[in-house]
Nanobody, 121 residues
């Protein structure tokens, strides 16, 4: 069983930065971040495999960076150059597939409770 607890959300002005954290219990092979904005479908943000390979959703490429600290079993999402359209509930997710993609929610079987990110213009 994998349990995930996110932290680090908040409110920031456009152009600012935030870092999200996700503490995991258990040892998933793959972890990622998803988000769901107001009246929008959930979308993949970034994912990272156990060997460190990463993939990103197109809207965040070049602005967001996913990383993990294996010793602490913690996942991070560094978000820079934030835009109002980044406003969403951000969810940490984990899976037991060796390679996962932000384009495949089915790769992720475990979800956190979410942390809110609000970007004002």
């Amino acid at each position: 069983q994998v349990q995930l607890v996110e932290s680090g959300g908040g409110s920031v002005q456009a152009g600012g930065s935030l870092r999200l954290s996700c503490a995991a219990s258990g040892y998933p092979y793959c972890m990622g971040w998803f988000r769901q904005g107001p009246e929008k479908e959930r979308e993949g943000v970034a994912a990272i495999t156990r060997d460190g390979s990463t993939n990103y959703g197109d809207p965040v490429k070049g602005r967001f960076t996913i990383s993990k600290d294996n010793a602490k079993n913690t996942l991070y999402l560094q978000m820079n150059s934030l835009k109002p359209e980044d406003t969403a509930m951000y969810y940490c997710a984990a899976g037991r597939v060796y390679r996962c993609s932000v384009g495949r929610e089915s790769d992720f079987g475990y979800w956190g409770q979410g942390t809110q990110v609000t970007v004002s213009s």
